[in-house]
Every structure is written in C-alpha cells, then in structure tokens.
C-alpha cells in the first residue's frame, strides 16, 4: 500500500438472502400475525404472492411449507403461489394452468379448477399429464389435507 493508509473492509458480515430465503423469513413473520387474536378481534384478510417458494428445500422442509400456508388459509389469510413443486400443486385449492409451453408458446389459460379437476383436461397440459401421476401416488399414500 502507499502513503500508509488502509482501506476499511467492505464486505458484508452476513450474505444477502436469496430470495426464496427472504420470502421464508417473511412467511415465518406472518405465520405468528396469524394466531387468532386474544381478544378475538378480526384481522384484515392478507393475500400472500409467493414465488417459488419450495427452491432449494429439502422435501422435509417442503411438508413443513405445505403445513405453514395450510395454516395461513385456516386463518382466513388468501395465498396464490406461482410453484412447479408437484407436491405443492396437489395441495391446492384451486390451480391456474398456464401455457401451453413456456415463453411466446405460453401465457394463456390451459386448465383450471381443484388439481383433482385440472387432471382431466383434455387441453395440452404438461402440468396435468404430470400431475395426475403425483396425485395417484398420493391417494396410495393416503396424503392430502
């Protein structure tokens, strides 16, 4: 170095979170708002937007998730999900199947309704012809809220 002097460490203490990590903190910070109240006093209803939100977990942490938005609906909390994690999808209460394909060849409606409805589409639909494999394995399993 010349002249002696030192430049301070700029580096962060901690790593940015990714942001699947920070949509899971958020989740975690609303999933204790949604305690029914002591006072049993209404809440305003909350729409939660997650985007991926399985990326990166391990299937123990994706049952845990599941469990988590479960519990955000019980509380009258309304969430939309934008997921490929199959297990997520039969899940839901209602899907939106876009596409046909992804990019230019996409972006319309394929099929919607409950996932036990979305499998029998007669329309192009990856999603259905995928899902309705996952769905049969879960009834042998016996899962589903």
Avoid: F
């Avoid at 949509?23 to 999933?31: C, D, F, G």
């Avoid at 845990?64 to 509380?75: E, P, S, T």
């Amino acid at each position: 170095m010349r002249g002696g002097s030192r430049l301070p460490c700029l580096r962060p203490a901690e790593p940015p979170l990714l942001g699947g990590e920070a949509q899971r903190i958020k989740l975690v910070t609303e999933l204790a708002k949604a305690r029914p109240d002591v006072c049993g006093q209404q809440k305003p209803h909350t729409l939660y937007i997650l985007d991926e939100p399985t990326v990166g977990l391990h299937m123990a942490d994706v049952e845990r998730l599941i469990r988590a938005l479960h519990r955000l609906v019980d509380a009258g909390r309304s969430v939309l999900l934008i997921e490929h994690n199959l297990d997520v999808i039969a899940e839901a209460d209602w899907l939106i199947d876009l596409g046909p394909e992804g990019g230019d060849a996409g972006g319309r409606v394929v099929a919607e309704g409950p996932p036990e409805k979305v499998v029998k589409t007669r329309r192009k639909s990856e999603t259905a012809r995928v899902l309705k494999g996952s769905l049969v394995e879960r009834r042998a399993g016996g899962s589903r809220r």
